[in-house]
Structure formats: C-alpha cells, structure tokens
Nanobody
Framework: QVQLVESGGGLVQAGGSLRLSCAASGSISRVNAMAWHRQAPGKQRELVAHISSGAVTMYADSVKGRFTISRDNTKNTVYLQMNSLKPEDTAVYFC???????????????WGQGTQVTVSS
C-alpha cells in the first residue's frame, strides 16, 4: 500500500504564491508519472500539471507561465509552485502518483487527500 501526504495549501491574496508538496511512502519500487489536479466547487476535477518519470512537464493553459511542477525522486515527492495566483485558482488540489510497487509488474495509481487553496481578490 502507498500513502500520500499533501501539504502547503492555504489562504493567499491575489498575486501571491503558494507551494504544494505531496510525499509518497510505502510499497514503492519506482515512481512513474506524477501530477496535480484541482476541483473547484460545482466543477469537475481538472488536470493542472503533469510530470513524467523523465521529468517532461505539461500544464493546463490556464496555469502556464504561473505554475511549475517538479519532483524529487529521492524523496518520492512532487511539488507545485504556484505564482501570480488568481481568485479562479481557488480549489481543492489533489496530487496523483503512479507507482511501481515491485521491480516488475504493473503500476498503480494513488490520489492524495486534497488540500484547499483559496485566493482572495
């Protein structure tokens, strides 16, 4: 089993910054892809940023140039640096990690518990 612990959410004024972290622990041989999603009230969960095992990144158009996803493979941790935050970034942010629990076999996907980000105008 794998556990994900998210941290770093909170309340910030528009234009401010926050850094989210998500650390994975448990039965992990290798971490595959990692990502951040978010869900605003009354809306569907959407992909915010994704980073592959080879550190190739992709971003939703709405956050390009403002958010940066990164990973530390030695700590099985993914980060989301959020700058120039806007009120429309307000949502619960969820990390997503794909993990190989053994040296061979399939990968399994896990979600964090979510952390609230609120941006005031």
């Amino acid at each position: 089993q794998v556990q994900l612990v998210e941290s770093g959410g909170g309340l910030v004024q528009a234009g401010g910054s926050l850094r989210l972290s998500c650390a994975a622990s448990g039965s992990i041989s290798r971490v595959n892809a990692m990502a951040w999603h978010r869900q605003a009230p009354g809306k569907q969960r959407e992909l915010v940023a994704h980073i592959s095992s080879g550190a190739v990144t992709m971003y939703a158009d709405s956050v390009k140039g403002r958010f940066t996803i990164s990973r530390d493979n030695t700590k099985n941790t993914v980060y989301l640096q959020m700058n120039s935050l806007k009120p429309e970034d307000t949502a619960v942010y969820f990390c997503y990690i794909s993990v190989f629990p053994r040296t061979s076999g399939p990968a399994y996907n896990y979600w964090g518990q979510g952390t609230q980000v609120t941006v005031s105008s």
